[in-house]
């Protein structure tokens, strides 16, 4: 079999791997619009979950990339110049999108993937393949060409944000929200890599054009930014990708839904087929899933794609129905700071409601929130989580640095 994963990102790299692994005498190509190394993003998240999934499908690129990630073991909410609320019980890892490609690039030259960089494909008709995976991200033109076949909806966010870095290094998850005359300002910053982390800056549209970030050349924009988060960010500098290319511009998030995430012997996995709102921080881990459930319906119809890939998208896609509700009421969490912020004087509380942002939280969790900002009892519930986290890895089994 044939197969090209058009797309270098984690969906495509992830499924050219599973490929490769399930039959050793496929010919599996990658064809990727930029040249090797290139990408214009920080570090993402993620959790012990996509962790235990890399591992059970090939645990070579999850110790590679396990070893890699940074361990953030908490999250503080820093609301102007009050003190830091702590969210208890959290952690996870990150690591620069940089880096995880690089992994899971290597991986798949060890295991025989044809690349194609510089080559951007516009029709499927330029893909001579038995199984075409449309990994080409949520701009996807594979599914455009097809929108009325896949019954896709385009659903904009209202916030602007926009992608930097920073030279803060900080091992822990934070969320910064600042004041200004026309709004709040926030940032979700976290570690990714040696030297710098991500810092992903959000705002209404009312506040984005009312500071000028609208008018303003991303450079003098980088400049305001920093003056508002002078504090939060100790004086540190904002940074933009390391690649030369200036800033990623302001966006805003759109929502992708299809209604059928297949055409002919085409299948959409990761962004081109749905995406979640990056407050809830998994975009990156759905992609690599969507990949194994393709390479788990290929193998369980012996490889015969008419059953294969109608059971795929039969299974996968209503899988995502719950994670976009989620990441929706996330996304509108965000949407409504100003008046979260307005009616939440006590940041205490307004920490608890952006905890509870996703509708996952029962009421009695609040106690328990409460408790977390004394100094003993955060303590313990690290101690705890640390203990978790050492179980979760014991039972995968040793990394390479042990
Ligand atoms: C601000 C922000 C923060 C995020 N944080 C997190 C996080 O913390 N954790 C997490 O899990 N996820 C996060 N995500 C989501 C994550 O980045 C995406 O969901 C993930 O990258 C999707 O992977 P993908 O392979 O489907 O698409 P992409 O990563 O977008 O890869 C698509 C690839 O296809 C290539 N391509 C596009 N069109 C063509 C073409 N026509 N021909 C050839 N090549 C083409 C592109 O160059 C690109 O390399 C975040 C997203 C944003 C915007």
């Known amino acids: 079999m044939r197969i090209v994963c058009v797309g270098g990102g984690p969906a495509g790299l992830y499924s050219a791997v599973l490929a490769r692994l399930a039959s050793a005498g496929d010919e599996v190509v990658v064809v990727e619009r930029n040249p090797p190394d290139a990408t214009h993003s920080w570090g993402v998240t993620f959790g012990e979950d996509f962790l235990d999934d890399l591992h059970a499908n090939d645990p070579e690129s999850a110790r590679a990339i396990h070893d890699a990630a940074t361990v953030w073991s ?12 702590h969210l208890g019980g959290k952690y996870g890892y990150s690591l620069g999108r940089a880096r995880l490609l690089e992994i899971l690039t290597e991986r798949c030259h060890r295991l025989g993937v044809r690349f194609e960089f ?9 893909v001579d393949a038995d199984l075409v995976v449309a990994a080409d991200g949520v701009g996807s033109r594979l599914r455009t060409a097809h929108a ?11 916030n602007r944000y926009i992608w930097l870095g920073t030279s803060r290094i900080s091992p822990v998850f934070t969320f910064a929200f600042e004041p200004t005359p026309v709004g709040w300002v926030w940032f979700y910053a976290y570690p990714s890599t040696a030297s ?3 810092c992903i800056v959000e705002c209404s549209p009312r506040t984005w054009s009312g500071l000028g970030l609208d008018a303003m050349d991303p450079a003098a924009g980088l400049q305001v930014l920093e003056g508002i988060f002078d504090r939060a960010l100790d004086g540190h500098r904002l940074l ?10 302001w966006r805003n998030f759109r929502e992708v839904r299809n209604a059928t995430w297949r055409r002919g012997n085409t299948v959409l996995v990761g962004d081109a087929a749905h995406t979640t ?7 990156t881990v759905l992609a690599v899933q969507d990949s194994i459930a393709l390479a788990e319906a290929v193998r369980s119809c012996a490889g015969d794609l008419a059953t294969a890939l109608p059971a795929y998208d039969a299974r996968r896609r209503p899988a995502l129905d719950p994670v976009q509700a989620m990441a929706r009421r996330s996304m509108h969490w965000f949407e409504n700071v100003d ?14 409601s952006l905890l509870g942002r996703r509708g996952d939280q029962a009421p009695w969790q609040f106690r328990l929130h409460q408790a977390t900002q004394i100094d ?3 303590r313990a519930r690290r101690t705890v989580t640390s203990a978790r986290r050492s179980l979760r890895g014991l039972r995968r089994g040793p990394s390479r640095s042990g």
């Open 74 to 85: 908490e999250q503080v909410v820093r609301v102007a110049d009050r003190p830091p609320v």
């Open 118 to 126: 510089g080559r951007e494909v516009t029709s499927t008709d330029e």
């Open 148 to 158: 009325e076949h896949h019954g896709t909806t385009l659903t904009p966010g209202r």
């Open 196 to 198: 710098a982390s991500t």
């Open 240 to 249: 933009a990708p390391p690649d030369g290319l200036g800033p990623a511009p």
């Open 277 to 283: 709102h990056f407050g809830i921080g998994s975009g």
């Open 339 to 352: 008046s979260e912020i307005a009616t939440g004087a006590d940041p205490v509380r307004f920490a608890y």
């Open 376 to 378: 003993g009892v955060r």
